[in-house]
Structure formats: C-alpha cells, structure tokens
C-alpha cells in the first residue's frame, strides 16, 4: 500500500439524497495525493454518485467535499480543479481530436497563448500514443482510440484529481487489459491522484492503491486491494472481492484471537474474526477457494471434511474442483497445477477430503 | 432482383409523385409565363418577354416578401430556440409531453381561424385599449407589417421549436457535463456546444419556416388588411382575380428562382458552419 | 371567409344572421326588423349515400343535383323538400367570387348541374361556350313577366335566354354617424373619398374587388361605374393611390371592424349595410347619389352538366314563388319575382336599405361583363394593393 502523505480531497459525512432515495449514506473518505483510488460496487451502490460530487455535478444533501483543504460544496463543476474521463468519453463530435484536448486549456482565463496550447495539446496526444491524430474527426477514431482521446483531454489540464466513471466499460477483454496496464503507468508517469469508479473487481484490484468498496450508498471497507482480499470485514465484501466459499455459524466461544463456531451441521470450526465478536453471534465463515488443499487421504489438518468431486474445470493454471460435503454443501477449490501433478486429477463422484490450515477461515459480519 | 432494381423500385412512388405533382406542373408554369392573358382571362400561348418586364409592376409585394419573410424567420427563430432549450434540457421530464402536446394543440386548428383570432386581439378593442389603460394612447397594430409579423410568428412557431427541439433533445447531456468539467461557463458551453450541435435543428426550423413564409399569403391578407402585399397575394389576385395566367406564371417563377438562389447560399452556409456529419441531416 | 371574394356580403350577412339566431341579446329586435330568420342554412351536406332515401321517386331525374351558390345563399328545408320530391339530393358547393366560378368551369370538369353566376359574368359564360340556353318548356314556374325587368334582362343574350333571376342588392356604403361630430351624413361617393382623406382618416375601408373599388373610385369624377377609359381610370388610380395611406385596410370582410370601432366607414353590400344598421342604428347605409353598382344574380345549368333533368328540375322547383318566398325569408335578399313578393311581409319590402327609393336606384348601374374582364382594371386594383 502506498501511504497517502498528503491528504487531496475528502468527503465529511457526504450525504446525498435523490428524492426519497438515499443515493450516498455519510460518505466519510480522505484522498491521498497520488493515489489511485477505486470506487468499487454493483451499480446503484452510490459509486458514481460520490464521484460526481468530486467532480461538482451533484449537491451533497448534508455533509462536506473538501478539495485542498476547502470545502467546495458550493463551488460549481467548471471551477473545481477536477477533470473527468467519462464512461461513453463525451467527446465534443463537432470538434476534431485536437480541438476536443484543447478545449479545457480555452477555457482557462486568463487565456493561455495559442502556441503553449497547440504545444500541450500534442504532448498530451504523445502522451496517450495518439501522435499525429490530431486533426482527425472523433468518428474516424475506434473506440479504445476515443478512450484516450477522452484521457488526454482531462489530463492536459493538469489536473488535481482526474475521476475516471467506468472508462473501461465500452472496451473489449483484450483493449480493457492494456488499458489497465496504460492507466497505471500514466498514474505513475503523471503523478495525478486518480479516482476510479468501476463495478468490475478485477480491473479495481490490479490498478488501484486503495479500493473503497460500496454497497447501498454506504462505504463498507477501504483499504488496499491485498487487505481486501485477505481481512474482508464482511460477507459483502468478500464475495465482491474475489470468491470464496461461504457458510452460515454461530459463535460458540468467542476468545480472543481464536474463535469457534458451530455450523449448521453441528461441527465446530476455528477461525480468526476480523470484526468484534459475542458468542452466540449468528456469524458467516469464508474459506477462499485457493486456500483449501484437496486431497485423497485426510490431512492432519484443523479441519478436514470429507467431499465428493462433482465437477471439474480446468482454467490452465489452476483447476476448478466442485466438491461437496453431506453436512455443509458444496466447496470450491482451486488447485494450483503443481499441488495437481502432485495429488493427481480428481475425476466426478470420486471420494476426497478437504482441508486448510489454521487461520484461513474467516469468522465475517453476516 | 438486383439491389439496383429494388432501390428503383423504392424511389418510383416518390419519383412520380414529384414527377406528377411538382415537375409537371412547373413546366406548365414555366411555360405559362411566356405567353399572354386572354380576352376573358386564362391562357394564351405566345412567346414573349413581356411578362417578366412587367414584374417591377409587383416589386412591393417582392419587396415585402424579402424583408418580412427573413424577418419572421429570425423572430420566430428567437422565440422558439429558448422554448425548445427548455422543453428539452430544462423541462422535468414527467411534463415535458405535456407540454411538447401544448405547442401542438395550436396545429389542430386552421390557421385561418387562429389568424382571425389575432385581428380581435391586436384590433382597436384589444390590445391598444389595454395600452390606453396605462397612458399610451393612439397605437394601431392591426393591418401594419408588425400586426403580419406577429400573425406570421405565432403561425409558424410550432414548425420552428419542433427540429430545434429535436436536436437538442438528441443532444448527449453528458456533453455539457464535459464541458463544465472542462472549466467552461454556462454560458460559453451553450456556445461552444449546444449551439454548434443543435444547428442542424435550427437549420431545418429556418429552412422550413422561410420556405413557407415565402410562399405566404393567408397571414398578411388577414392581419394586413390588404396593405401588406406579399408575392402570394399578388399570385392569389394574379390567378383568381384578375386571371392573368401568363403574368402570374412569371410572377411565380422568379419567386421560384429567388427561392431557390436563396435556399442555396442558406445551405452552403449553414454546412460551412457546421461541418460535422450530422448537418447532412439538414432537411 | 377570405379576402378575395366579391360577392361576400352574402355570406356575411348570413353569418351575422345565424350569430343572432344563436341567441344574443338583439335576437328578437333584429328578427322583427327584418322579418328573417325562421330557416337555419346548413350547407355543404355533400353525402348523398348517408341520407335516408324516399321509398320512390317522383321523376326519374337521378340520385343528386350539384348546385354551385354563395354561401347561406339557400334555404336547407327547400332542398329538403326538393329530395323528398324527386328524390334527387341538393349536393351544395360555395364558392367566394365569381372570378372563382369562371376559373373553375374555364379548367373544366367541374361537375355542377346549376351554378349562380352574377349578371355582368353572363355574357362572358356564353362567349366563351360554358353555358346552355335554357329550354324554358322545362321551367313551368318561369314567368318572365313577373320579374322586374332591370333585373331580368342580363338573363338574355342575344335574345336567347340562359339563366333565370335569382337575387339582387346594391352596392353603396355604411358611415359610422356618430364619429362626424354633427356634420351631416354623407350622401355621395365625393363625400366618402374626401373624408377619407381627411376626418376619417386611417378608418375607411375599401372592397378587395376591382369592380366595386375602381368603380366607386370612377364616382368620384362622375365617370361610368363601368368604365374603362384609359384617362379616367388613371384618374381613379390618382384617387386611390392618394387615399390609400389613409384606409384602414382594403378587404371585403369589413364588418367585424365596423362593429368594434377600428373602422368609421366602408364600401358595403346591401346586406351588411342592413344588418349594421340593425344592430347600431348609428350606421348609416347610403348610396351614392352620383350612383353606384346594382347587381342581380341569376341560376344558369353550365354546359355538360352531368344531371341534366335534375338542373331543371331544382331551378324550377327554386322559382315557385312559394318556394321561393322562403328563400328570401332565409337569406334577407330582395327578389325581382313580383309573385314571390306578394307573399313576403310589408315591413320587409317597405325597407330602405334593401329596397332603396326609385331615384337612387335609376342612378345605379350594372355591372358590365367587359368591366370584370378588363385586364387593365384588374392591373389598376393590383398597383393600388401593392403600392
């Protein structure tokens, strides 16, 4: 995680209300300088709506945006030092490439001569590798070349923070991996703060230092992708990060550090708690798919259920084993090719045993 | 079939309809203006000039035409581009059809009626007796070239806010969101985009008011009181009064042709103006 | 409705009618005046096939007869009884001004069975070959001896007869007494001119038709109403070309304008003069005593009228002075039909305005046909409008 040292833009208790809908709920979220933060969340999560009132679009109905240190609430879009990638571009289409990056630097008063502006602008087209398009009509340009047309005409203007709202949405798998790959290089070349809003954790978990997952208006976790990933707070979020397979328990000794439920089934488990827990809490448990070794014989393990293999995919690099036990249902796993070659292939209806080491159950909020 | 004979097969219900209800009758009109009126009126073939000499005979009507037609163009253009601004950026959606049906509902009726509705309005009872009321007395508007205008503006406004509406309704939101991202003003995003974008509307509201406005004669004959002449009137006198079919048809004809000269430049300009791929949608 | 139509009044003074038989304040004082008002026109009824049909025909005269008139120029209920009789349909096409009517039977086709042409039109319908003589054999309720002569004798051409006496009226004009500020009523054309040009400046109105305009312009001078002089038709011009700056407008729809004030005095057809007076007695009809234009209109069956027997037939049926009677008491225009007046009420023929005294009626002249036609009139009417 690469520490924020200087706090940009914060929402304070950021609320805001569309109608009788709570589209964002006490938004609280300081953003470093530098950073590359990620809005991450399924649609209607209220990601987009605490982007656009970074960017001015949107009244917080309560609470404060502050950019620099001064609250902005009251400063309209075109003032704010705050530039946007948005999801279809909105490209001006009456204006040719050069003329739609240029468009934020006529803007500025006082004016900034023509040469200096024809000057950033082509820096900005080599910039995002589009030298020599310029003067080309944005419906001559693809899809993934708008993309960077868009890109270049927020970051000509240098901007404070640049809010990208879903920038990859319209591109194909393969544009929208090297694209990723190019955001995060600019990231770094630039050394702008980026804000990313996306529904996709994939593209959030590669590009983003900090990832603020969202669910009903509300932030449920921030932190770096890897803490997402391994302490998520909840069964949200959890599922949203990654996959993992998940069961319902309750608490039955809730010691310090060491936990153990009873599931459903009546079998006690261990595990590590990443909220506060009271036994007889109604819990969810999460064991990640990769972190579950599947084999023939039981392990001396903290746990091993006995399964049987009913389905197997094959994904090159790793396998995809569903497996399921009498008492709690079906377990994913995946099995890294090595620990594959090591056990064998697993084949449908076969016995097997699952297990996993200490630790790697998550004792979560339901 | 090949695609060529499909796509001809497609054009002839249009190409004859043009060929029946315009080109014939051009030709006809064309023809006509070079002969001479009849004792009793109508038609008499001949070829002479005479026709077209005699067309200073009707330079007021040409006159009032060419001042009162562009005149009424940019009027009802300056009236309609804020209304169609609002009924399409600014008007909550759940009221916009209402009030898209509110600038229709005037087309239900004649524009003959609605004209006739006018002369009690700007006449002697209506709205300079209003303007007695608070000191300005003597005004007349009825039978002036403004009373026409203003018949012409109301009559025609629906046909101007409708392409304009159009384009801006078509007009992606998120352009303006840019826009203001980008750091401009309101109002320089309405000159920077919306007006440039909205053109082709604007272009099509013009094009179609003018082009009606040229050939108008119902308007200035009831709210001028026949002291606004424009060329329609001097057609509808020319044809069914005094029957002169030759002079008439050389009448119509340079009215054609000015139209025609006028329309062209209008075009020209408007796609150097534009210049971006939407303008072909121009008419 | 429009502007362009010369035989308006008509249409006027039927609209102004049915206005008071809707039931306005005045109803009962303008019915008892008049001595109109009993019949309700309804015109423009042109689907024969949604009509009930007799159970048979008197004579086999066909389905329907197309009749071409002015507007509220009729009686419904007699083509009512006309259908009933025959078992013919009135199918009724309206039509604004006679220049109209010529148009459309000089393009051809027009499908009418009988049409009602104005006096100085006829000639011209016969020269240029569009209608028939009438065989009068089959117009047993045709009396010619019972119409006024003056009014019947534009029938005739060349001794043939081709259209029978339908209506007629004057052309004179109406002066809103009470903005001449105790000066006497006007009684001649001089005097309508000059006071256009002075007291009542901005408030005159002038027909939109050449005929009455130029005509009454033509006045001024003591010339012919008819004429087409060159020296005194420039004269005219002169006149009018000086007055228009000071007219209201020039349009034959002056009787809205004349009611709210905007205008003091206007060229005006008997009709309309009637009935202005009627509602504002401060409106005076006059007509010109240097003369002016007396008018007559006339049925007449265009050649190749499609329903021959039924043209008869309804022209006839029309001319029977019951029948007819009715008629006037519908439309408020005098006729020339002797038989017909006797059964019209007193009040009615002793009126002044559309039976005017002798003298001013010997002053005034017909339309003549070479009038209408004259192009250089139409072009003096067309320079005056768009001057």
Redo the contacts between chains.
Sequence with gaps: MSVAIQTIAELRGVTKIFGDVVAADSLDLAIGEGEFLSFLGPSGCGKTTALRMLAGFEKPTKGEVLLDGQVVNDLDAHRRPVNMVFQHYALFPHLSVSDNIAYGLRQQRPRIERKIISAKVEQALETVRLGGFGPRRIWEMSGGQQQRVALARAIVNEPKLLLLDEPMAALDRKLRKEMQIELQNLQRQLGITFVLVTHDQEEALSMSDRICVMEGGRIVQVGSPRELYDTPRSRYVAGFVGTSNFFDATVTDASPNHITVQMASGRQLHGTPEIPIDTGQAVCVSIRPEQIALTRAERAAEAALPVTIHNRIFLGEHTEYLARNEALGDFLVLVPRQAELNEGTFNAGEQAFVSWDEGALLILEK | MTQRGRNALLLTPAGLWLLVMLVLPLLVVFVFSFGE?G????YVPAFTLEQYANLP?????FKNTLILAPLGTIAALLIAYPLAYFLAVRCAPRWRTSMLILVIVPFWTSI?IRSYAW??IL???GLPALLETIGINDV?F??TPFAVLVGIVYGYLPLMVFPIFVSLDKL?K??L??????????W??FR??TL??STPGVATGCMLVFILLMGEF?IP??LG???V?FVG??L?????????WAYGSAVAMTLVIIMLITVSIYMKFISRL?????DVSLM | MTKDNGTISKQKFMQELRRYQKGSVTRRHFLGVTGLGMATTVLGTAMPGLLPRPAFAAGDIGDRVILATWPNYHDEMNFEAFTEATGAHVQVNVFGSNEEMLAKLQAGGSGWDVFVPTNYTITTYVGEDLIIPLDTSKLPNYDAGSFEQRFSDAGSVDGTLYAVPKNWGTTGFAVNTSKLDGAPTPTTWKEFWDLTMAGYSGRTMVHDYQLTTIGNALKYFGYSFNSVEEKELADAEKLLLDAKPHLFAISSDYQPPMRNGDAWMTMCWTGDGKQLNVDMPEIAFVLGAEGGELWSDYYAIPKGAPHMDAAYALIDFLLNPEVNAKEVLAHGYPSADARTNALLPKELLEDPILYPAAELLNALEFGAAATLTDPNRAELLARFKSA
């Design positions: 009126r004792a009793a009126g109508g005979a009707r330079w007021t009507a003959l002369i009690f006449g002697g009872r007349r009825i039978n992606d998120r352009l969101e840019a826009s203001a991202d980008l750091g401009s003003t309101p320089r995003t920077q985009v440039p974008l119902l004959a009831i009181g026949g002291k002449f009137n001097a509808v006198d020319l044809f069914l009064q005094s029957r002169n534009g210049g971006h791929r939407d």
